[in-house]
């Protein structure tokens, strides 16, 4: 009973939220609705046990993605002082029929479609085989790897586009602005204190991720957390954009993904793992894309290089 | 007997806490300037969170839960007074005349 009620109340938070986020005027807010809207979806999927969904929600969801749009918000506040706004209604009103229209229309199909049996007893039947104990490692990892490493390279797609933002003269250099703290302030504290306790939550979730809820997504943002702030705080400098050992970080996982996938072609089948081999493979794939995965999230986040190298 | 004794003392530093949430948000709102809502906030963060940690940590089922429940206050308290600190520095300086930069906010 209670459990209803509570349930009640979130689905209504989470409307409202998202009501506040596209409806607001001040883009500001939009954006501090929408992580508030991705903390009470990721509370959503917690009670709907999905604990995988829940972290990744959270984490980029509400916390990288928060992180991105605030930057963006910034940076369009800075554009507005040199250009007015346009207010156009008609690019608006087209753009509520849009997101309207296929609201109405996924509200249909979802009523529409007969209940699915789902896919828990066949995951289930093949778990010995798949590497892991964990069914969503398993699917993510073995049996729909394709979407996983195709969304690996997404990642380094979208960085390569930020990158393609950067003024010609700065391009080589660090990415960002120069970050400058008082010595000994609070800033540089906090970015001594948690950088150790956040890597080792950040490996930890890599590696229960083989038999519990996580992994390299989870595991690289709380990473690429610890080295933003490591940025922030002074602690470490960005690495120039050009630097070698960068470039090598970023391919690694979706490049050890691949050599895995071809050498399972020469056996027979593209991204097939063998079980009696099926758990390291897993393992070190999933600890080169959390590599990969940690270092491109934290570079979006930072931006392209803005200052001559 | 003692299942009972823990249970109620779980409500009452719960309710405890969230009376601190519900006077941190109140607060938040109503308070005048950016010094005294920092100061309704960090309140519901530090004893707010605290007193309901104190409350769960009764109702553990093992020592591991609780150390970990200890932690999650810990690092809440340390981010809450590091943000408060730098939110703060930055309303301070938008006081002194200068519109915040971005280059202020990262710094101190």
Redesign the interface.
Known sequence: MSGTVFDIVLCALILGAALAAVSGRDPFAAVVFFVVYGVFIATAWLRLDAVNVALAEAAIGAGLTGVLLLGAVGRLARLRETAPPARAAGPRLLAALAAGGTTLLLGWVFLTLPEPAGLHAEVGANLAAAGSENAVTAVLLNFRAWDTLLESIVLLAALIGIWALSPDAAWGGRPGMTQRTRAGGVLAQFGRVLPPIGLMVGVYLVWAGTKQPGGAFQGGTVLAAVALLAMMAGRIAPPRVSAPGLRLALILGPAVFLAVGLAALAAGRFLWLPPEHAYALILGIEAALTVSIAATLALMVIGPPQEAP | MLELATDALTVALTAAGLVFFLAGTVGLIRFPDTFSRLHALTKADNLGLGFIVLGLALQAESWHAVFKLGLIWA?AL??A??AA??VARTALRADEGGRPT??AE???
């Open positions: 690092l340390v981010a007074g590091t600190q730098l971005r280059q990262g710094r101190e």
